[in-house]
């Protein structure tokens, strides 16, 4: 590991309070996944979704994240999306997960056509889009349960953005062994800084969603999120608490010129970590100590 990044790992365990304190530098292997997705229910067709697999030295049975990217507003960009969470990859399997970060059908070297389209913003079918995604995630979950290395029934689900709403949406279907998610800005609509199609549809499927969800949650947005607003975040929290979730809200302090891009800047990790660590230690995906005399360097 570079000196930069360990000194970031550092930051992040002390943090993270007591959360990885057992936890050694490994050695990370990275590796590209193919994973296979039905077209739709039912359908012969399989569809390949691309993604990249960080595991840490060892046998496991290790923990699972997934971190899920989010959607360009121009959606003739989604076709050059690529796996922009690489250093919060690296950062968490140090810690002791497996981690795949995915791309979804649609975006960038995944098959498509795309499957999370929200019809029109006049008339937004936001929740449909959401379960659209959701279906990718899950097969990204069934594919990681076939691994030998990692323990099923500790899987956490993360995302950013768009990403944030498929983990929800995700999270409403119950698959086993998902035991908590992490929503980093999540939302859809947004066209400008200062408007989102339908604000009142996306509270409505955030309601949905929350409507048969049954693990805790940890919500994070930034003060001066130019995608989703506080007044917004306020309006999409209260949908789940409404339904008696657990949900955790954090607002992130002020960053930058638009704080959507929070989780994007990984030197904000340690502020995050803050909440983010007790939060997984809390439902139980703390990694088993890794393996001491673990490499430093990056296996591909």
Known sequence: MKKNSFLLYALCVLSAGLFFSNAAVAEITEQQINIPVQLKEGSPTILNLVGTLYRP???GPFPVLLINHGTPRNGNDRISTTDVYQEQAH????????VINPIRRGYGKSDGPGNDGYHTCDDPYYFEAGLGSARDISAVIDYVKTQPYVDPNRIVLLGKST???AVLATASLNKPGVIGVINFAG?????????VCNEDRLVESFSRYASTTHVPMLWLYAKNDRFFGPALAKRLLNAYLDQHVDVRFVQLPWYGSDGHAFFDAIKNAPEWMKDVGPF????????????SGAGTDVKQ
């Open 57 to 59: 030295e060892g046998n």
């Open 91 to 98: 950062l968490f399997a140090a810690m002791g997960f497996v």
């Open 163 to 165: 990403g944030g709403v």
């Open 187 to 195: 939302g859809r609509g947004s066209q400008t800084a200062s408007f």
């Open 280 to 291: 997984l230690n809390s439902i139980g995906a703390n990694p088993a100590p890794l393996s």
